[in-house]
């Protein structure tokens, strides 16, 4: 501080507690070659250990009132230095800034999770029930959508497969001739359509429930496996109306109605997991390969072919060799086919004993359902993404 200012004029620059600062200051002003080691030092004796100084900044302060009188000295003399301003070197201290928190710690605290993520198994299966509204709109909505443009409707979902039976009756039953050994052959046709063509439905549906639907899947976040789940619920409603059609032609052709009919209900739900199971690996398979959907309606076609759909499944033993007829009975198509045949039908030829075909049936959903669970699950992350 310039000389001349009094003690009221210094606590008002640094307060009451400066005093080590004024006394040092007023020292510097006798001495101006020691001004700023005696600076340095104030700075340092009253520094906090938590702040870091900034560099000395000299500030200029209008001078207190009692002190603001005009001097009616020449200003050009030494003792009157002090005018209307006055001058004090202050020391600036500055906060360090607190680190700012990382993303991670900025998601713990608000509960935020990235939008990709994959759950926990359970937590993934808990997700997917309470989109279960979802998923039965989805599939209705579907269904609505595949035959609004139709004049007949859903009355189609009938008459598919009727048509190809009858085309199938022609030319394997009447011309290649088939049937032989098969008492009721248009009925053991049906039954092996019907059932087959649940499965394949849901596998043509379920390759592109992913990559038929990428618009959906970036816009919304929800459990991707909804859509596989909705193709293979909207098959399962289809088949409801396809069985009541199917069991009027078991009742034309004349076989019995008989309680061995309440088979066809456990064989239709082990083959709805197992559907269930193969549109999950599907989906995800199609959504990995685009091309899957053009090549697989002709692996589809050589499954029926090899599923005893067509003919007896009495071929197998007697035009295969005997290593690769037990390969072609464990089919799981040809099991749910023999189910449903043995259900509706009676006096057929089978190629499995009757406990055999609900062991195989049995393991095949579990086996299907749980790989192909997991498989989708591990690649929910990367759908929509590519």
Known sequence: MARGADDTTARNWFGDDGDAERQAHQRAGDDGS????????????????HRSMALDETVILPRQPELGQRSHTPLYRPEDRVALLETAVIPRYRDEPDQPPTLSELAARYGLKPAGARPGVGEYLRELWRYREFIATYANGRIVAQFGQAR???LWQVLTPLVNAGVYFLIFGLILGTSRNIDNFICYLCVGLFIFNYTQLTASTSVMSISGQIGLVRALQFPRASLPIAMSLMQLQNLLLSVVVLAGIVLVTGEPLSFE????????ALQSLFNLGLGLFLARLGAKIIDLRQLLPYILRT???ASGVLYSVEMFTLHLPSWAAPIM???????YIELARHALMEGI?????FEKLWLMGGAWAAVALVLGFLYFWRGEPEYGRG
């Open 152 to 154: 007949l409707g859903r």
């Open 303 to 305: 499954w029926m072919y």
């Open 349 to 353: 030829p089978m190629s499995s004993p």
């Open 34 to 49: 020691a001004g700023t080691a005696a600076g340095e030092a104030v700075q340092a004796s009253v520094a906090p250990p």
């Open 261 to 268: 009919w309440l088979w066809l209900v456990p064989a239709l």
């Open 329 to 335: 009975h464990a089919n799981p198509a040809l099991v």
